[in-house]
């Protein structure tokens, strides 16, 4: 990136690059965000928040490296006198822009990828969506990051570090995040999905594990007028109010008139062996003219799409690796820059299947 000067000075604002990425995240978006939540600087500095937004972003792209050799990726092309800061410079650079920046950045990018013409993104008029926790992400074990999550407690005494529980609603064609909310692993993941069921919409029609079949939950979810198709427990036994035609049946749970789908599900290994469980599914979708019981079990394996949205999160990203940092604000401008990074990246990969598509 070329080296911009102002007043026949370095131009400080440099460093503010993800290269490709900045047509995603360009300098104006996050020069705006900066305004909205107060984060701006007083004065001119040699690291200016704008910087400090990008440096927060190119951590979560360079995981395995540390702060400065991150800042090196961000000025690898610059010229000039370009500024060297130090370990404690970068760590106050991450204090002063704080964690509202980097939220309102996720909350700006966030939403459905998919344009019209994108194929599998809907069932018939429905954008099929899904929300799931995942507990695995694993953060330094310091007294201020325990004190907001606690200790997670395995059968043979504590794990070595805290969790963090993040929940998300995906959209389940482009694994692309419609929000995200997380926290202590102790909150039930029930309580995280409720959060997000504000972000449904009457066009979506939600597949969620057996978690989510709570009576509050599954009520809060129809008051957006949202469909879903929810895998209920196996105790949970809905009375038989008529049977249909494709071997479900209509029932009622709390101020709901639902349609249940009983299955066998089997997969075969690669060594032929085989395994198995059986599923019980609550839907909205009560009409079995216009929605066959085969057809929506087919359709519920697209849950698992966000569980690949996940391992692109702890894995491609995080490379399985502890996150960085020691304290509860630190790890939630850190998880929020992370969540912003992956909806960029898919973003830009949304584009470029839609391109080859109309090629």
């Keep these: 990136m070329a080296q911009f000067v102002t007043g026949g000075t370095p131009d400080v604002f440099a460093p503010g690059h993800l290269g490709e990425?900045?047509?995603?995240?360009?300098?104006?978006?996050?020069?705006?965000?900066?305004?909205?939540?107060?984060?701006?600087?007083?004065r001119l500095r040699s690291l200016p928040s704008r910087v400090g937004v990008y440096f927060v972003l190119a951590l979560g792209l360079f995981e395995h490296l540390g702060a400065q050799?991150?800042?090196?990726?961000?000025v690898a092309g610059l010229s000039g006198n370009v500024p060297?800061?130090?370990?404690k410079a970068l760590r106050d650079l991450r204090r002063r822009v704080g964690v509202a920046p980097l939220q309102r950045l996720f909350d700006v990018l966030a939403g459905p990828l998919a344009q019209p013409s994108t194929p599998g993104v809907r069932y018939r008029r429905w954008r099929t969506v899904?929300?799931?926790?995942?507990?695995?992400?694993?953060?330094?074990?310091?007294?201020?990051?325990?004190?907001?999550?606690?200790r997670t407690v395995r059968r043979h005494g504590p794990a070595g570090y805290p969790r963090l529980m993040l929940m998300t609603l995906c959209e389940t064609g482009t694994r692309g995040l419609i929000a995200a909310t997380f926290g202590p692993a102790v909150k039930a993941e029930s309580d995280y999905a409720r959060e997000l069921t504000g972000h449904l919409t009457p066009d979506m029609?939600?597949?969620?594990?057996?978690a989510f079949d709570g009576n509050e939950l599954l009520a809060a979810i129809t008051r957006q007028g949202a469909q879903f198709l929810v895998r209920c427990t196996s105790t949970r036994r809905p009375p038989v109010l008529a049977m249909l035609p494709d071997g479900s049946y209509l029932t009622r749970i709390g101020s709901l008139s639902l349609r249940v789908i009983e299955a066998?599900?089997?997969?075969?290994?690669?060594?032929g062996g085989t395994f198995g469980d059986?599923?019980?599914?609550?839907?909205t979708l009560t009409d079995h003219r216009a929605d066959p019981a085969a057809r929506l079990m087919r359709l519920y394996?697209?849950?698992?799409?966000?569980?690949?949205?996940?391992?692109?999160?702890?894995?491609?990203?995080?490379q399985g690796r502890v996150l960085r940092s020691k304290d509860p604000a630190g790890l939630c401008q850190e998880v929020w820059g992370l969540l912003t990074l992956y909806q960029a990246l898919r973003s830009i990969m949304v584009t470029a299947g839609g391109d080859r598509t109309r090629l």
């Design 21 to 42: 990425l900045t047509q995603v995240i360009p300098p104006e978006l996050v020069d705006a965000v900066v305004e909205e939540t107060g984060a701006r600087e007083k």
């Design 69 to 74: 050799l991150v800042w090196d990726k961000l």
């Design 84 to 87: 060297r800061p130090s370990e």
């Design 130 to 150: 899904a929300f799931d926790g995942c507990g695995s992400l694993s953060v330094p074990d310091h007294a201020r990051n325990r004190s907001w999550l606690g």
């Design 205 to 210: 029609l939600l597949l969620a594990d057996r």
């Design 264 to 271: 066998e599900v089997q997969a075969r290994t690669v060594d």
């Design 278 to 283: 059986s599923y019980r599914l609550l839907t």
């Design 301 to 318: 394996h697209e849950r698992w799409e966000i569980e690949t949205a996940y391992l692109a999160l702890r894995h491609t990203l995080l």
